[in-house]
């Protein structure tokens, strides 16, 4: 059941939000067409924080109800004193309901009205120029598939044109619920959604299109006390998570931090096993070993001493330092040969709390599903897809369906990486990391991952936790607080997982700071 205090980080589908609305209008009261009038001065609110010298404003409006938000948004920046041009994409004369007021109350305000199948092509070119804002009014939540004539063409002239966008709820022609796209979508700088967060503009191509998703919950919050309306997942960030790491004790010793092992690294990839090591170590673990190839013993010592590194060539090799560890993390850059194959079995026989990513994943894809309750598998959409025996577009279709299918068949946490990362995990909600950073495309910040996560774990097992999701997902949210920090100073073009190794202390030691306990000179 919903709580004001829950809202605000739950996720729903679009018939989830729908219910929230219905729950709104027939149970509390509350009057439709209010909401839409909430709904269209939070929009422009934005549309004046992001461009507050705009002097023109263009409202592309569909039917429905998210048309009717369009009106609205147009009868605000007429009031304003924006110079306002507002496009009809379907005939208004088919609106009703709430929607339709919206049109007429827009209309006798003096708003501007122009169908869209009135512009000829030179209209059209001026209407994207300039010093615009452009207002994504035209498809609503409930809209799926590939958008029709004329909106589809419209959408071909926004993402054209140089303009800034706001998107209203959903950029029209993304999937609210999956963040999937047929055809073509909105490709938005802002989205200003309400009462109620779309999943899909959080996960897979909906960061892409949304942009900047701006929550406005529209003082919701008191009156869905009670609704049943079911959230398919939790929203997280590393601001809402970094609160809930433990500050070390004064008096602590490296034992109580937990000893990470590492194996990682065959002949050709030894740069794998150094970042997801340096990770663990960085991310407050009180022991790291890395169990590599002898050959990557020296350059993996004099990159970083504070690891205990250790050439194994056997998989009997491995048993003395797996007895030694609380938290094994293995596969960055193990190969899918022999040495990767026995290193592999010798931690499934261990019996120790694993993180499992990379290689390691290929190779479990190829055998009977191995699951265990202290697993944690980090695939991304092609290694799942793999262990799904599937395909990466099955994968990307519907990924909150593919995470949970990885977490039933393999146990333990799967952790789904891409754009908007979620998280499974038993008898919990799922969760969507919020945000995404195409920087972190690049070779290497898996690992990055791997080793903050096996480094988190380990200091939940040594504080006796038997639940390690809240150590992944916090993982998940410092890996990317870490890369964004990062490129800030580097861009994403020149974003390599070393910055975000660097970039861990600056956001850990801002998260530490001023909380109970802390002693920073």
């Known amino acids: 059941m919903l709580t004001a205090n829950s809202?605000?980080?739950?996720?729903?589908?679009?018939?989830?939000?729908?219910?929230?609305?219905?729950?709104?209008?027939?149970?509390?009261?509350?009057?439709?067409?209010?909401?839409?009038q909430k709904a269209a001065r939070a929009a422009f609110r934005q549309v004046l924080r992001h461009w507050p010298s705009a002097a023109r404003i263009v409202?592309?409006?569909g039917a429905g109800n998210n048309g009717g938000d369009g009106y609205l948004v147009a009868l605000n920046a007429l009031r304003h004193g924006?110079?306002?041009?507002?496009?009809?994409?379907?005939?208004?004369?088919?609106?009703?309901?709430?929607?339709?007021?919206?049109?007429?109350?827009?209309?006798?305000?003096?708003?501007?009205?122009?169908?869209?199948?009135?512009?000829?092509?030179?209209?059209?070119?001026?209407?994207?120029?300039?010093?615009?804002?452009?207002?994504?009014?035209?498809?609503?939540?409930?809209?799926?598939?590939?958008?029709?004539?004329?909106?589809?063409?419209?959408?071909?002239?926004?993402?054209?044109?140089?303009?800034?966008?706001?998107?209203?709820?959903?950029?029209?022609?993304?999937?609210?619920?999956l963040g999937t796209v047929e055809g073509n979508a909105v490709r938005a700088d802002v989205t200003a959604t309400f009462i109620g967060r779309k999943i899909g503009l959080l996960t897979g191509k909906g960061p892409h299109?949304?942009?900047?998703?701006?929550?406005?919950?529209?003082?919701?919050?008191?009156?869905?006390?009670?609704?049943?309306?079911?959230?398919?997942?939790?929203?997280?960030?590393?601001?809402?998570?970094?609160?809930?790491?433990?500050?070390?004790?004064m008096a602590a010793h490296k034992g109580d931090f937990g000893h990470v092992l590492v194996i990682a690294g065959d002949r050709g990839f030894g740069g794998a096993g150094l970042l997801a090591a340096e990770a663990a170590a960085r991310s407050g673990a009180g022991l790291v070993s890395l169990a590599t190839r002898p050959e990557h013993v020296s350059p993996a010592?004099?990159?970083?001493?504070?690891?205990?590194?250790?050439?194994?060539?056997?998989?009997?090799?491995?048993?003395?330092?797996?007895?030694?560890?609380?938290?094994?993390?293995?596969?960055?850059?193990?190969?899918?040969?022999?040495?990767?194959?026995?290193?592999?079995?010798?931690?499934?026989?261990?019996?120790?709390?694993?993180?499992?990513d990379a290689d390691?994943?290929?190779?479990?894809?190829?055998?009977?599903?191995?699951?265990?309750?202290?697993?944690?598998?980090?695939p991304h959409p092609g290694e799942a897809a793999r262990l799904l025996a599937g395909s990466v577009a099955d994968v990307e279709s519907d990924r909150l369906a593919a995470v949970k299918r990885l977490r039933q068949?393999?146990?333990?946490?799967?952790?789904?990486?891409?754009?908007?990362?979620?998280?499974?995990?038993?008898?919990?909600?799922?969760v969507v990391i919020g945000g995404a950073n195409p920087g972190m495309a690049t070779g290497g910040m898996g690992d990055i991952l791997s080793g903050i996560a096996g480094g988190f774990m380990a200091q939940a097992v040594r504080r006796g936790d038997t639940d390690l999701s809240d150590a992944v997902v916090n993982a998940a949210a410092l890996h990317l607080a870490a890369a964004n920090v990062a490129s800030r100073q580097r861009g994403y073009r020149a974003l390599l997982p070393q910055d975000v190794l660097e970039a861990m202390a600056t956001v850990l030691m801002a998260a530490e700071s001023g909380r109970k306990g802390a002693n920073h000179v």
């Open 360 to 378: 390691a994943l290929n190779l479990l894809s190829t055998r009977v599903a191995v699951s265990s309750d202290y697993q944690v598998i980090t």
């Open 209 to 249: 299109f949304a942009g900047e998703v701006a929550y406005d919950a529209l003082g919701a919050e008191q009156d869905i006390e009670g609704c049943q309306a079911v959230p398919v997942a939790k929203l997280a960030t590393w601001e809402s998570r970094k609160g809930l790491l433990p500050m070390p004790s």
């Open 7 to 36: 809202l605000t980080e739950s996720l729903f589908t679009a018939d989830g939000v729908r219910a929230l609305d219905r729950f709104l209008i027939d149970e509390r009261g509350v009057e439709g067409y209010g909401l839409m």
């Open 82 to 177: 924006l110079e306002v041009t507002c496009i009809t994409v379907a005939d208004p004369q088919k609106l009703s309901g709430d929607a339709r007021r919206a049109w007429q109350d827009a209309g006798e305000a003096g708003v501007s009205m122009t169908p869209w199948s009135d512009l000829d092509e030179q209209a059209k070119v001026a209407l994207f120029g300039g010093d615009t804002v452009v207002v994504d009014a035209m498809l609503g939540t409930g809209a799926r598939g590939r958008p029709r004539a004329p909106v589809d063409e419209v959408i071909t002239w926004i993402n054209q044109g140089a303009s800034p966008v706001l998107a209203v709820d959903v950029p029209s022609g993304l999937d609210a619920s």
């Open 59 to 61: 409202v592309l409006c």
């Open 409 to 430: 068949n393999f146990g333990g946490i799967a952790l789904l990486k891409g754009a908007g990362t979620l998280v499974a995990a038993p008898d919990r909600l799922p």
């Open 301 to 356: 010592l004099a990159r970083c001493p504070s690891l205990m590194v250790r050439g194994v060539v056997h998989g009997n090799d491995l048993a003395p330092l797996l007895e030694k560890a609380d938290v094994v993390v293995c596969g960055p850059g193990i190969g899918q040969a022999a040495w990767g194959q026995q290193m592999l079995q010798q931690v499934l026989a261990s019996g120790k709390p694993r993180l499992l």
